[in-house]
């Protein structure tokens, strides 16, 4: 069974500054799929940035990044010049290469200060 | 720009009480699916829908809730009898196809339910 796991459930960041969330996954598969998922209160989940793993250049997305490390399992994600409403609940998740079913890790909580 | 809508946005009730949770997914997306998140945790998978059929309610527990897709497009996610531990947020999302591809889910605010 493939789990997700994220280590720190909160975080605090000044505005402007760069911080990175970290993710580590298990699984047996060698063709999957990562993502980050962001959910701000009272608002709904959206999807960040994703990775196949088959790639081996990480993804960007404006000022998301990642950080994937397919040998030791872990998928990071960097924000640059962070912003107020980069304040939010981030989620890293896992889909199976032909699957629908998505995994996520239990959240990151996100707060940029003023 | 399209979103998936769902309704109540909250919901209190006492326990023993049946509830009932609707979505309506983008138009044209043909598979439809359920999360529960509960408080500190992230979303998992209650139900998949493709079209009006269930692809996967294998976490579903299905002595107290049930869900249904008639016409193939907006859903009811129904839990009768509530209890304590279903307090938790509920997410409907919906994706356009169901073909072993990757389609992007879209996610709807979710409905809060409180049970007392």
């Known amino acids: 069974a493939q789990t997700v796991t994220q280590s720190q459930p909160e975080m605090s960041v000044q505005e402007a500054e760069t911080v990175t969330l970290s993710c580590t996954y298990d699984t047996s598969e060698n063709n999957y799929y990562l993502f980050w998922y962001k959910q701000p209160p009272s608002r709904q989940m959206i999807l960040v940035i994703r990775q196949e793993a088959y790639k081996q250049q990480n993804a960007t997305e404006n000022r998301f990044s990642v950080n994937f490390q397919k040998a030791a399992k872990s998928f990071s994600l960097k924000i640059s010049d962070s912003q107020l409403g980069d304040t939010a609940m981030y989620f890293c998740a896992f889909m199976k290469y032909g699957d629908d079913k998505i995994i996520f890790g239990k959240g990151t909580r996100l707060h940029i200060l003023p | 720009e399209a979103e998936v809508a769902q309704s109540p946005r909250y919901k209190i009730t006492e326990k023993s009480q049946a509830v009932a949770f609707w979505c309506d997914p983008i138009s044209g997306h043909a598979t439809l699916y359920w999360y529960r998140q509960i408080l500190g945790q992230g979303p998992e998978l209650l139900v998949q829908f493709q079209d009006e059929s269930v692809v996967d309610d294998s976490q579903l527990p299905k002595d107290r809730f049930s869900a249904e897709r008639l016409k193939g497009v907006d859903s009811t996610l129904k839990i009768q009898p509530a209890e304590l531990g279903d307090s938790a947020m509920y997410l409907c999302?919906?994706?356009?196809?169901?073909?072993?591809?990757?389609?992007?889910?879209?996610f709807g605010p979710g409905t809060r339910l409180t049970v007392l």
């Open positions: 999302a919906s994706s356009l196809v169901y073909s072993g591809s990757l389609n992007e889910q879209f």
